[in-house]
Nanobody, 121 residues
Framework: QVQLVESGGGSVQAGGSLTLSCADAVSSMYCMGWFRQAPGKEREGVAAIDSGGRTTYANSVKGRFTISRDNAKNTLLLQMNSLKPEDTATYYC?????????????????WGQGTQVTVSS
């Protein structure tokens, strides 16, 4: 049974930083990703990482967000800097055994419950 548990969300002012964590019970072989969903909008991919540490990012977060994983601790991280009000959303981590480096939510089979990030101007 795969269990993903996000933490680290909160409220910050624009320009601030947050680090999200995803404690997962999946093997380091899994492909992982961070997604977000704002009210009234579709879920969108933010960043993804494969078992070898290769990464991909949405254009909207490139240069500001960094995805990483600590395989020894089975933890996925998302370092978010220079936050903007438009980054406000519920953030989810996701995992899949096969489909790596995808920012399409439909490619992931396992999901956490989400953590709220609110950025005020």
């Amino acid at each position: 049974q795969v269990q993903l548990v996000e933490s680290g969300g909160g409220s910050v002012q624009a320009g601030g930083s947050l680090t999200l964590s995803c404690a997962d019970a999946v093997s380091s072989m899994y492909c992982m990703g961070w997604f977000r969903q704002a009210p009234g909008k579709e879920r969108e991919g933010v960043a993804a990482i494969d078992s070898g540490g290769r990464t991909t990012y949405a254009n909207s977060v490139k240069g500001r967000f960094t995805i990483s994983r600590d395989n020894a601790k089975n933890t996925l991280l998302l370092q978010m800097n220079s936050l903007k009000p438009e980054d406000t959303a519920t953030y989810y981590c996701a995992a899949d055994r096969v489909r790596c480096l995808s920012l399409w939510p439909g490619n992931y089979n396992y999901w956490g419950q989400g953590t709220q990030v609110t950025v005020s101007s």
